[in-house]
């Protein structure tokens, strides 16, 4: 990891951690409404937001800075600085909203547009994920250590987000039928996970681009493929919080070559 990189890092890891408390406090507890798309958003939600951004810009004002909640609906961010960041303040806020335990805060450094460091704060076990490319994935401080598996149907556990576009329900049959499911109720959460092996992989046709960039360096430092189905949302060129919905599947090797037998990129193209 170079310097940069790392100054950047540091800094990331402390932010994050400051709002630990507040995350917790309000869990379950804030009032939320529901957005124009159907998703819902609480006060904790802007808060985190404008906090984590105005601290990372203290320290790199020349990076372009993103979040779900704290740019405005009519703007179009061009990313021409070097390093972006990429937050997602309350990942599952529907969960947090009513008190289910699977939320987290998601945050992803980019290096022109590529996922190079992702730090995730999981709620439910009151851990930080974080790694990428090259560097240790780190799962509260200890490295995780991953070892190589083969899909089995007895103890593989696929992530998946429901309900399904019908399209996708034909090749997902097998799926459906033999496999064990979890749905969180939080992509990141699903992609953190998989990272470190405690999911075999997981199916996702709901997230966005901040859903999944932090992630996308975590299974870079796994070596775990994340395969978009449909055009890559790397590198990431402009930021809208009205970005597309970026269907995918994610996981060991095993699993995504299973997947991949599936022809789900046949329903998307």
Same mark, same amino acid.
């Given at each position: ?18 709002? !630990?408390?507040f995350?917790?406090?309000?869990? @379950?507890? !804030?009032p ?12 904790? =939600? ?27 609906? =009519? ?15 309350? =990942? ?9 335990? %699977? ?9 022109? @547009? ?23 994935l ?6 995780? #250590? ?6 089995d ?7 998946? #987000? %429901?309900?399904l576009?019908?399209? !996708?329900? @034909? ?45 996308v ?6 070596? #775990?493929? %994340? ?31 299973? !997947? ?10």
């Open positions: 990891m170079d310097t940069a990189i790392r100054h950047r890092v540091n800094v990331a890891r402390a932010v994050i951690r400051e709002e !630990v408390g995350f917790r406090k309000q869990f @379950g507890q !804030v939320s409404e529901w957005k124009e798309d159907a998703t819902r958003v609480t006060f904790a =939600d802007f808060a985190i937001s404008e906090r984590i951004l105005n601290n990372l810009r203290r320290s790199f004002a020349d990076d372009n800075l993103c979040s779900e909640e704290s740019n405005p609906l =009519d703007e179009i961010l061009d990313l021409k600085a070097k390093y972006t960041w990429v937050l997602d303040p309350i =990942d599952g806020t529907n969960n947090y909203a009513i008190g289910l335990p %699977f939320c987290a805060i998601a945050l992803a450094l980019l290096k022109w @547009g590529e996922p190079v460091y992702g730090l995730v704060y999981d709620y439910a076990r009151d851990r930080l994920i974080e790694g990428g490319p090259g560097c240790p780190l799962d509260s401080g200890r490295r995780v #250590h991953l070892h190589d598996r083969e899909l149907e007895r103890r593989s556990i696929i992530g998946m #987000h %429901f309900p576009p019908a399209k !996708v329900i @034909g090749p997902l049959t097998p799926v459906l039928a033999r496999y064990r499911l979890r749905s969180l109720g939080s992509g990141a959460l699903n992609l953190a996970y998989t990272a470190i092996g405690l999911l075999d992989g997981c199916i996702d046709f709901k997230v966005k681009v901040w859903d999944i960039a932090a992630c360096a975590l299974l870079r430092a796994a070596n #775990h493929p %994340f395969v978009p189905l449909g055009e890559t949302a790397f590198p990431l060129k402009t930021f809208h919080v009205r970005a597309p919905i970026i269907p995918f599947y994610a996981g060991t090797p095993s699993f995504c070559s299973y !997947v991949r037998s599936l022809d789900l990129e046949a329903a998307f193209s």
